[in-house]
């Protein structure tokens, strides 16, 4: 089991910062690629980037290459997602989830989820 835990959402305007922060615990957790998600009302699921624990390969939606920065602090088991030049667009609740699948894109290759953060970016 592997047990997921976002905070750092909160209410900003356009163009400001945000770090979300995701704590993970459970054994093995290292071995696990972390991805996070984000999902606004009325619309799906959707990946925003993704970071395997070993190697460090990094994935980025096209939405936010450029704008959001993905790391992670393995001493800490913790996954952060630094979010800039903020945009309305982002607004949503945004889910940390753990994945052993090789296609850390897709949402249903995803095993574990936290509960989620609200962000919202005022315009």
């Known amino acids: 089991q592997v047990q997921l835990v976002e905070s750092g959402g909160g209410l900003v305007q356009a163009g400001d910062s945000l770090r979300l922060s995701c704590a993970a615990s459970?054994?093995?957790?290292?071995?696990?690629?972390m991805g996070w998600f984000r999902q606004a009302p009325g619309k799906e699921r959707e990946f925003v980037a993704a970071i395997r624990w070993s190697g460090g390969s990094i994935y980025y939606d096209d939405s936010v290459k450029g704008r959001f920065t993905i790391s992670r602090d393995n001493a800490k088991n913790t996954v952060y997602l630094q979010m800039n030049s903020l945009k309305p667009e982002d607004t949503a609740v945004y889910y940390c989830a753990a994945t052993r699948s090789r296609n850390p894109i897709s949402k249903y290759a995803y095993d574990y989820w936290g509960q989620g953060t609200q962000v919202t970016v005022s315009s």
């Open positions: 459970g054994r093995t957790v290292t071995s696990y690629t």
